[in-house]
């Protein structure tokens, strides 16, 4: 157990370290990026550049700069937004990471499980009718974008049935089903096709056949030995896939009317918001770490040959 | 009833593959008594396997069985539908397979393994279980059982490994132990000990054992009878002194005399010739004529069947046949020949070796 503790304290350490190093470079990348954050550039005579510079701290040498930024940051200070009306950027995101976060969670944890049920049954009756509908079902999830979705799903629940609202985020769970819908068809699709393959191979494995020669039922084989060791690949792919639905899809939220963080942070590139960039990339970052960390225990608790070194719990 | 544990009637399985249909087990008879041990010898794909996954009932999905029956204590297994074979795979009959590196769950302990079949049959509670997964354990040597319940797989050696699964294979006392090739995949000493393990299992539970292997070592070792299978068929069969002392099919002879003994000079160790038959498109007569310099002129054209050369010895050869030419020995067999003759005098119980005499 002291091992563990042990594990966790020194990935923590490297989780800063690897933060640190993010937004070094993101400083410096953001530091070469044309253009200034003000929308007029043109019209300002040099003065007026020299004193908005000199208000928002852009005139000070490159060093000194990031220095205030990361001591702004220790204090919990992210700045303020130059481009979303004078903003503190911990307020803005704290405001818009929510509703993404949550979608991106739902879409996560309900796309996953469809996805492992529906290629579980697939390898289970490989190369049977049931097995061509679920992977036709994954081959379409997986190239049409989303965004066809989300509008299908507006056309069918919202508008037809009218059983859903079709935008806006003020009807409490009901208003979050038709995004999670739409975003959660990515990762059904790659998990159903990930545990398909991953199954079949499984349940051709000489620990199956032992597990058969005992008289164990074919679905049983499945779930209990088959599953645990067919997930293994999938937590890779799983890592990133999740911040990637958390930090939000900018089409999709427009489509839904969603105060989500994906506008910002497009946006805020396009309009060089330098504290805005700072601030998404460095949550963004924050959650990429602490899943990849959250994904490396799940690894020693799914597989033990993975466990920590020497820890023998 | 007789006194046949398993009785296999005429039993014929094959595959259907692309290129066509594989006759993979063609005719086979075979019987199991009581406490015996039973070694299945043959070289790669000539359909020992196949034989006895036919008896667990776990064969490939595009395996057919054509016709036979496999007879377990008077009840044909072939005419049980899956769920009730379910109950007769790791309760009646277990096996162990070859490659103890891959034949446990990785992600599951020892112990939750060992106690599975016991769970699944017995209907005992958890804790019975896990007493009697100890036990087992212990029986097939695994030092300090108790504490190492919990443990996976990886943290065993691959010798240990294969305790493992027999002691999974024992958990329901079997009628029936099948072993195919347990000792393939080992190291020679490693090989030796589990060897030793279920000839000592054995006394112990009083189970029957098939044993699948092509090392005719490991066949003087362990066997009562032998059967040798030659392209999905058996061609020889009798006791283990027979088959070593007294072989009559030529492809036994082959065998025996690509086997290195201690006696063995410089010389170049004799191969049959040839490879073994494609049974996609068996030829007619005697698979084995090909590759045989005693072939007679009856093998080309007819299959033969077989011959009884004691109580419990046959084999198909045409050279058994009355009519048939008088053919010279091998000298390797010639002297096993005699060696056997002179036993028999002797009457004396002597240790089979599996090399020594020439």
């Known amino acids: 157990m002291t091992n563990y503790i042990k594990f966790i304290a020194k990935r923590l350490a490297y989780m800063i370290v690897t933060l640190l190093l993010i937004s070094q470079i993101t400083f410096l990348l953001m530091n070469f990026l044309p253009g200034s954050p003000y929308s007029n550039e043109e019209k300002l005579t040099p003065q007026q550049l020299e004193i908005m510079n000199e208000k928002y701290g852009l005139s000070k040498p490159f060093g000194e700069r990031y220095l205030l930024y990361m001591s702004g940051i220790v204090r919990g200070d992210f700045g303020i937004s130059l481009q979303f009306s004078n903003q503190p950027v911990s307020k803005l995101l704290s405001e818009r990471i929510g509703p993404s976060m949550q979608l991106g969670i739902q879409a996560m944890i309900f796309g996953t499980i469809v996805g492992i049920v529906l290629g579980t049954v697939s390898a289970l009756h490989q190369n049977s009718f049931l097995d061509a509908l679920a992977s036709l079902s994954a081959i379409i999830g997986r190239s049409i974008p989303n965004f066809v979705f989300a509008v299908l799903l507006q056309l069918i629940f919202a508008i037809t049935l009218k059983w859903l609202p079709i935008a806006l985020w003020n009807d409490g769970f009901s208003s979050t089903i038709l995004p999670t819908l739409a975003l959660s068809i990515t990762p059904m699709a790659d998990a159903a096709r990930f545990i398909r393959t991953e199954m079949i191979e499984v349940l051709n494995s000489d620990y199956v056949e032992l597990a058969r020669a005992k008289g164990q039922s074919e679905r049983r084989i499945a779930i209990v030995h088959g599953l645990r060791n067919a997930l293994i690949p999938l937590l890779t792919l799983l890592g990133p896939m999740t911040v990637g639905l958390m930090t939000g899809s900018l089409v999709v939220e427009n489509i839904f009317a969603i105060p989500g963080i994906g506008e910002q942070f497009v946006k805020s590139i396009l309009t060089n918001d330098y504290s805005t960039i700072m601030g998404v990339t460095l949550i963004y970052s924050a959650m990429l770490v602490t899943v990849i960390l959250i994904v490396d225990i799940l690894y020693g608790i799914i597989d033990p040959r993975i466990r920590v070194a020497g820890g023998k719990s | ?358």
Request: aromatic share 6%.
């Open chain 2, 1 to 358: 009833m007789s006194d046949n544990l398993l009785e296999i009637n005429n039993l014929n399985i094959s595959f259907t593959t692309f290129a066509g249909t594989v006759q993979a087990v063609r005719g086979v008879s075979l019987d199991l008594k009581k406490g015996e041990t039973l070694a299945l010898v043959g070289e790669s794909g000539s359909g020992k396997s196949v034989i006895c996954r036919s008896i667990m009932g776990l064969l490939a999905k595009n395996a057919q069985i054509d016709s036979g029956e496999i007879l377990f204590q008077g009840d044909n297994l072939l005419a049980k539908s899956n769920k009730d074979m379910r109950h007769v795979r790791g309760k009646k009959i277990s096996m162990i397979f070859q490659n103890p590196m891959t034949s446990l769950n990785p992600t599951m302990t020892i112990g939750y393994q060992v106690s599975e079949a016991l769970l699944l049959h017995e209907k005992v509670r958890k804790s019975a279980a896990r007493k009697r997964a100890v036990e087992l354990l212990e029986l097939v040597g695994i030092p300090d059982a108790g504490r190492r319940l919990n443990d996976y797989p990886h943290q065993f050696s691959g010798g240990q490994r294969q305790r493992i699964v027999t002691a999974i294979a024992l958990a329901c006392n079997p009628e029936i132990l099948i072993a195919d090739e347990p000792t393939t995949a080992l190291d020679v000493t490693i090989q030796a000990q589990i060897l030793e393990l279920l000839k000592d299992l054995q006394r112990k539970v009083s189970t029957s054992i098939i044993f699948i292997t092509h090392d005719l070592g490991v066949v003087a070792n362990v066997a009562d009878r032998v059967a040798v299978v030659y392209g999905g068929k058996i061609v020889e069969i009798g006791l283990v002194d027979e088959i070593f002392y007294h072989p009559q099919h030529p492809y036994t002879w082959g065998l025996l005399r690509s086997m290195p003994t201690t006696d063995t000079d410089d010389e170049e160790l004799y191969a049959i010739p040839g490879s073994p038959p494609n049974l996609l498109d068996p030829p007619s007569g005697d698979l084995f004529a090909a590759r045989n310099p005693y072939a007679l002129t009856a093998d080309i054209h007819v299959e033969p069947p077989m011959f009884q050369v004691s109580p419990t010895h046959w084999a198909a050869t045409w050279l058994l046949d009355p009519r048939s030419p008088k053919v010279a020995l091998p000298p390797a067999i010639a002297a096993r020949h005699q060696y056997f003759q002179e036993r028999r005098k002797n009457a004396a119980q002597q240790p089979i070796l599996s090399g020594g005499v020439r």
